[in-house]
């Protein structure tokens, strides 16, 4: 089945750690994203790549870094630098031609003790 | 001026009426609009997209779209208890790339 997975489901970080969330697509999109989404708000924009080795800052980056070695990976780390990181992450990918509309994965829900 | 505004809601209708949710957008460059339908504690799903002025209709649901007052809506005809979630309206800006900007989401309450 084709999809976006996210692991892990939940986390929980101790102060003052950094903490990767992961994120495959086996739908052979280009473009992948990272969202934060807190209780009764919106989706806000962390990071994004378009493609393989390139990725851009979205509106919330700092805090938080991301690579894309791999077409069907984008990794989200959470750093110490992170002062509120307790939300819910998502990740979504798209094509880049036609209508673009952006599918998620389940999300990971990241608590800090 | 927030660049997608939704109507938080709750709103509530009952069982086999028409829900109506609105999202309006300030760039009027704009080209694609999307439906997502969330669930609590899940991710979002995707609806219906839209691109041209008018209505697009998918069984239950129909999006419809007017560029000049710059307003998406979805209808839902005959809601069941099933379509009770939050609604976020997403809309692809000018020179957005493939980026969206999300509302902040409805949430629906279809009752018995």
């Known amino acids: 089945d084709g999809g976006i997975t996210q692991s892990p489901k939940y986390l929980f970080r101790k102060e003052g750690q950094n903490v990767t969330l992961s994120c495959e697509q086996n739908?052979?999109?280009?473009?992948m994203y990272w969202y934060r989404q807190d209780p009764g708000q919106g989706l806000r924009l962390i990071y994004y790549?378009?493609?393989?080795?390139?990725?851009q800052k979205g509106d919330i980056a700092e805090g938080y870094s991301v690579s894309r070695e791999k077409k069907e990976s984008f990794p989200l780390t959470v750093t110490s630098a992170q002062k509120n990181p307790t939300a819910f992450y998502l990740c979504?990918?798209?094509?880049?031609?036609?209508?673009?509309?952006?599918?998620f994965g389940p999300g990971t829900r990241l608590t800090v003790l | 001026q927030k660049e997608v505004e939704q109507n938080s809601g709750p709103l509530s209708v009952p069982e086999g009426a028409i829900a109506s949710l609105n999202c309006t957008y300030s760039?009027?460059?704009?080209?694609?609009f999307f439906w997502y339908r969330q669930y609590s504690g899940k991710s979002p799903e995707l609806i219906m997209f839209i691109y041209s002025n008018g209505d697009k209709e998918d069984g239950r649901f129909t999006a419809q779209l007017n560029k000049a007052s710059q307003y998406v809506s979805l209808l839902i005809r005959d809601s069941q208890p099933s379509d009770s979630a939050t609604y976020l309206c997403?809309?692809?800006?000018?020179?957005?790339?493939?980026?969206?900007?999300f509302g902040t989401g409805t949430q629906l309450k279809v009752e018995l």
């Open positions: 790549s378009q493609i393989v080795n390139d990725f």
């Open positions: 760039d009027r460059g704009s080209q694609s």
């Open positions: 979504a990918s798209t094509r880049t031609s036609g209508i673009n509309e952006q599918f």
């Open positions: 739908l052979n999109h280009d473009a």
């Open positions: 997403a809309v692809r800006p000018t020179g957005g790339g493939n980026k969206l900007t």
